[in-house]
């Protein structure tokens, strides 16, 4: 056993070299999203100090801590190299790979896209989404909002020479990938978490998936999930699984990695329907904001939404939303759009705001967003919530 070395994870050549590093056998490193607070990041360095890892632990991967506390995930090199080998099965890696690492190394996604580029032999690119137009780069990973910030420029184009942009992180809107699509954006929906690696389930080349599905599970992963009409937490199999949490040495069992997310299988391909937490059950019915979600998404003129669930006194909680919209789209738009639905379904409020809050992760800030539509209650409002760090 060993302490992982504490490292402030930067987006810059110095952690990505202390990644390759621990992947060609360094001692592990622990690290600690940058974004963080000092004190968070000074708690992290105590919990790393206080709780040695295994000799074969690559690094410890701290978890956005959306639900509550960030959890340490213990990630072996075997584990790495197996979800990494996954990952170059189902994408097609080619000699030629050029990677752009767009998003922090404080997250897996981020500590992906080094182990996917070491494993062609590169370091990727530093940069921001903007550089999918950069001659070089073929592949890179992102969350739904860079997408759409480099989709706001008319005039911006990807290179010719890019064959797969994964999107993760958060469900992205179907008119995101369809215009994306259309900007030549080689899109592929991904879904995965900090324990498995990243990516357990992705969508084949540049083609949306059918019936809401995120994509076709990775080569030797196995899924136990419930059905379209009663779906239930998914378990994980996975060559990439982790070893374990930092503060909790609990072996996993044989039948596989427990998840609060929510789904069904159709076939081989995988439909996640949100977290267990995040069910509404408003009058005695459940309602999941992904649904919601796909549903507002779908409203012209609507560029990405949230909903999640707020107490009411008749009800237990109701739906609220709030969503963002192109020029001219007005609350009552959104009203007729939404006048069809079924009481329990329609948001209240249904806010227009300017940008949703977000975690540094870049996945939603569910408890930011639930704090301001309490505040405004049912009445819709154009006030923009205050945006998670």
């Known amino acids: 056993m060993i302490a992982a070395r504490p490292m402030i994870a930067r987006s810059d050549a110095a952690t990505v070299a202390a990644i390759v590093d621990v992947l060609d056998g360094a001692p592990p490193i622990g690290l600690i999203p940058e ?34 506390r960030p959890k340490g995930v213990v990630l072996s090199r075997a584990a790495i190299a197996a979800a990494t080998a996954a990952s170059a099965a189902h994408l097609g890696a080619s000699d030629d790979d050029r990677w ?124 136990v999930a419930g059905t379209a009409t009663a779906p239930a937490p998914l378990v994980v199999r996975a060559p990439g699984l982790f070893t374990g949490y930092l503060d909790d040495p609990t072996p996993l069992g044989p039948a596989g990695f427990p998840t609060r997310d929510l789904g069904y299988l159709r076939g081989d391909r995988l439909v ?5 937490d ?41 739906v609220a939303a709030a969503v963002v919209v192109e020029a001219g789209v007005t609350a009552a738009h959104l009203e007729a759009a939404t006048a069809g639905w079924p009481a329990h379904r329609r948001p209240r409020p249904l806010a227009i705001v300017a940008a949703l809050p977000v975690l540094p992760s870049g996945k939603l800030d569910r408890q930011a967003l639930a704090a301001y539509l309490r505040e405004r209650g049912p009445a819709s409002s154009g006030r923009t919530p205050k945006v998670g760090r």
């Open 35 to 68: 974004r963080a607070t000092a004190a968070e990041q000074a708690a992290l360095a105590a919990r790393l100090a206080a709780a040695p890892v295994p000799d074969d632990t690559a690094c410890v991967v701290f978890t956005s801590g959306s639900t509550g």
């Open 100 to 223: 752009l690492l767009a998003l922090p190394l404080g997250h897996v996604a981020g500590v992906a896209v080094v182990a996917r580029a070491h494993r062609g032999g590169r370091v990727p690119r530093l940069g921001t989404a903007h550089d999918l137009a950069a001659p070089e780069v073929t592949h890179a990973s992102l969350v739904p909002t860079q997408l759409d910030q480099v989709l706001a420029d008319p005039t911006w184009r990807p290179s010719p020479r890019l064959r797969v942009v994964l999107v993760g992180g958060a469900a992205a809107p179907p008119a995101l990938l369809a215009a994306a699509r259309a900007r030549g954006v080689p899109v592929r929906t991904t879904y995965g978490m900090t324990e498995t690696f990243g990516q357990i389930a992705t969508a084949d080349a540049d083609a949306p998936e059918p019936d809401g599905a995120v994509g076709r599970l990775l080569p030797g992963v196995a899924v």
């Open 272 to 276: 996640v329907c949100g977290r267990a």
């Open 278 to 318: 995040d069910v509404i059950i408003t009058g005695g019915e459940n309602v999941y904001p992904t649904e919601i979600e796909a549903a507002l998404a779908a409203v012209p003129g609507v560029r990405a939404a949230a909903a999640v669930g707020v107490p009411d006194p008749r009800w237990g909680e109701r």
